[in-house]
């Protein structure tokens, strides 16, 4: 089992940033990411739709051999994350739980932001993780539609996204919120903007480091880390554009997007 890969999905790009933090912390594992960008971005679908797709990507990862499914997505997490260990015969983990943890054991005031997209805010999924670890904590949630839109165009700077943010952390800012959890994990990728914002007397959680360590527990628990001498392989799958699918992993994860295959839509099997 350890020579199997880590298997990693978002909606598209997202999740390449809790795959970089777990190449950093764990760089003799291989990892397979699968993007959805035929059909993302999935923060504003239905529940039950965004569940389906979870599931869909994670049963098809399986398929492929992985040892443990990372569900790189706040929106596919918040729908869907029990269902797909439900169907799953490897672990699962999701970024909710690890991103609740880190802004709770951060927090001074104990009064918590959280941004995300419309299914991951109206899921309250982040409300019930943290206060699952502190009941008293103060949770204040906002939906920013948009700003998957900005990471997705590769956006992530200047005075257009700068504005934008400006608008829906301003409440949150009014709220005296001490720490803000970046919910959605393409918004790490507007951490410059945001942490501007948000200015220095606020903490901003990002769950993909969590996320990282957590893999690594979980693997040598089960005795699963990879110990081959052999270097690490990297495959990337998405299910829509592939030319934007590189030139975005390029600029998100770095020139080890090489390549990536197109799956078609409904997931089979491919070749391992
Ligand atoms: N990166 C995703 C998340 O963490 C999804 C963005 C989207 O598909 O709307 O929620």
Redesign the pocket.
Known sequence: MDEAPIGIF???V??LTVMRAVMRRLPAESIVYFGDNAR??????EIPEIRRFAVEIAVFLESLGVKIIVV???????AGLLEVQRRCGVPVLG?VEPGARGAVQATRNRRIGVI?????VRSRAYQRAIHALDAGAHVHSRACPTL?DFVERGEVKGPRVEKEVSRYLAPLARRGVDTLVL?????PLLRPVIEGVMGDGVRLISSDEEVAREVEENLARRGYLRESSRPSAYRFMCSGDVEQAVALGRIFLGPEVEKVEKVELPLGSVGR
């Open positions: 978002d909606s598209g997202g999740g993302g971005p999935y923060g504003p679908r790189a997505c706040n929106s596919a997490t918040s970024v995300g997209t419309v299914a991951t998957v919910g959605c994990t393409h918004y």
